[in-house]
DNA sequence: TATTGTTATACTCTATAACTATA
DNA sequence: TATAGTTATAGAGTATAACAATA
């Protein structure tokens, strides 16, 4: 069977922002670790590219730099980052994941997963498979590109 | 071929938030209509639930009454909403969508869905569909419940 | 001049706590 | 007492505009 992208549009547009709501209220819940969606992802993004600069963060977060400029602030804040002068150029900045940061980061991640794979236990292991390949087909068309989310 | 718990879980965390960031900027780049995501989810409630409760909305989008409240206000005052004494409960609130809040929620669900309907035209009508599939399987799984997000 | 980042400001979204009014 | 809703307050997330520092 096919389906119009229109229909699939649809579906997007009504079921992400479920799934989304679930995602962030678990990530609230979690009292020890408090960190938010989009603290979770730029946590996340650091510790994967240690050195990041400020704009490599909101390029891939698809935010603008003052957004991501607070965001980080609050990560700094906590200890999660700690945020160094770029050896070779000075207007840069150098983000780099403190041990409490990965701490926090994987107890987040751990906790998220959890709640999310208990409730997709009852899923048919063939349905799972078609959800997985579903967002592996959603990805590379939804990942940014580099330019945030309210470019002209 | 078979998925984990856990192995969806990992999709979904990482996928689900790249769909929303473009559905919300979607939304917002509409300057003619302005609309946020909640908002929006609002305003299709009502319209197809007229004469709905504070409550009812809360419910249905999993948000606190006082959230909801302000939310409620926001749409109000733009006049896209308006709120009744319901005739047998004096403490209840019989929400209605005016005409001008049925032409911005219609002018907004248009441009979101032409928007992505566009960026899913690349993909093969058989993917399409697996999409809508996976779609259709989660969203039981994460629509609410009756319970607001944060609670105990 | 162009790039990197921050500050100032403002608005939406969301929660908890405390309250009012009605049932 | 229990239910429906609002107000007060606070914090995260996001944007635009204006700026400073470095290249």
Redesign the interface.
């Known amino acids: 069977?096919?389906?119009?992208?229109?229909?699939?549009?649809?579906?997007?547009?009504?079921?992400?922002?479920?799934?989304?709501?679930?995602?962030?209220?678990e990530m609230?819940?979690q009292t020890s670790v408090e960190l938010g969606?989009p603290q979770f992802?730029s946590l996340n993004f650091v510790d994967k590219n240690q050195g990041a600069s400020l704009l490599d963060v909101a390029n891939h977060l698809?935010l603008t730099p003052p957004s991501t400029s607070r965001l980080v602030d609050g990560l700094l804040a906590r200890g999660l980052l700690t945020r160094q002068d770029h050896p070779s150029d000075r207007r840069r900045v150098s983000l780099t994941v403190t041990a409490k940061g990965q701490r926090i980061l994987e107890a987040s991640?751990k906790g998220?997963?959890?709640y999310?794979?208990?409730?997709?236990?009852?899923?048919e292991?063939?349905?799972?498979?078609?959800?997985?390949?579903?967002?592996?087909?959603?990805?590379p068309?939804?990942?940014?590109n580099g330019k945030p989310?309210?470019a002209k």
């Open positions: 069977m096919a389906a119009s992208p229109e229909e699939t549009a649809r579906e997007l547009l009504e079921v992400t922002p479920l799934v989304l709501k679930e995602i962030r209220a609230r819940r969606v992802r698809g991640r998220t997963l959890t999310l794979a208990a409730k997709l236990e009852g899923v292991p063939n349905d799972r498979e078609s959800i997985v390949r579903a967002m592996k087909m959603l990805q068309i939804f990942a940014n989310s309210g």
